[in-house]
């Protein structure tokens, strides 16, 4: 009798305890939860501590209060010029309504789903608006806070707050790259060309501004020495003839010895007849 007293005591015990798990429950700071009871929701819990909840009868659905990620797949989407465009995107949501997102994406999964058809759709939307210059451009800010609002208006029906929404990488298809690449190449070579082409214009007028310059140095310097040339050779004369009359049998002796000199240097030998003046002087 004792030890089926034991056997019922214990057994009442593991009862018991499921019953108060069944019945507790703890709610963090970082989750919020709904309790539902025959599918229908009864409660909503945002504060953390400990709650209860009727046993076997109500349900509880725990979600997170925190931000959460979202990682799209790269997509292809078409810009307003025709461009092809690869993006892969990302964004920051989190459970702003806990039971209208229980009551339509159940789970963060559901929500995922949800979210990749809209964040896609919002994104496909405003870069078909816009130029492939400007999505790669400085554009992207306000094209991304028109994606972010428009993702956000269209996430509200589900409970769901979205942040922000970002584009990570935005490439060229392969086959388009290179052809891209190209006409990039061709443009800078052209833009090459044109400096090279202004550089040898720049260059030559340079060039033609130095040589007349020079000439018209080159034209003052002779015009300047044929001035100092002439007034030498007007001083010159003016000594000379100064000389000259002072004495002009010693100036007359002085010239013609200095004739001698200069012509008769060395071994020179001349021919000339000896009544003629230049000799006057080796005659006497």
Do not use: C
């Amino acid at each position: 009798m004792p030890r089926t007293l034991a056997i019922w005591g214990a057994l009442g015990i593991v009862i018991l305890l499921i019953i108060a798990s069944r019945t507790f429950y703890a709610v963090s700071e970082t989750e919020q939860a709904v309790v539902t009871q025959l599918g229908r929701p009864v409660q909503l819990v945002n504060t953390p501590g400990l709650h209860e909840k009727v046993p076997f009868v109500q349900q509880l659905t725990v979600f997170e209060k925190r931000l959460l990620d979202y990682d799209s797949a790269p997509a292809l989407v078409i810009t307003r010029d025709k461009k092809n465009l690869i993006v892969d995107n990302y964004a920051k949501w989190y459970i702003s309504d806990p039971l209208k997102f229980l009551q339509t994406v159940q789970s963060e999964a559901g929500a995922q789903v949800r979210l990749d058809d809209i964040i896609y759709s919002k994104v496909r939307e405003q870069l078909g608006l816009h130029d492939l210059a400007d999505v790669i451009g400085t554009q992207r800010t306000p094209i991304m806070r028109a994606v972010t609002d428009g993702s956000n208006d269209a996430a509200a029906a589900y409970g769901i707050r979205v942040i922000d929404v970002r584009i990570k990488r935005a490439d060229l298809p392969p086959e388009n790259a290179q052809a891209v690449y190209g006409r990039m190449r061709t443009e800078r070579e052209r833009e090459a060309k044109r400096y090279r082409s202004e550089g040898q214009e720049e260059a030559l007028k340079i060039r033609a501004e130095t040589d007349k310059q020079q000439t018209i140095m080159l034209a003052e310097a002779y015009e300047q020495e044929q001035a100092i040339r002439g007034e030498g050779d007007a001083n010159s004369i003016r000594i000379y003839a100064q000389a000259y009359q002072q004495d002009a049998d010693f100036f007359t002796f002085v010239r013609t010895l200095e004739a001698y000199r200069k012509s008769l240097k060395g071994k020179t030998t001349l021919m000339l007849p000896p009544q003629m003046e230049f000799l006057k002087y080796l005659q006497e």
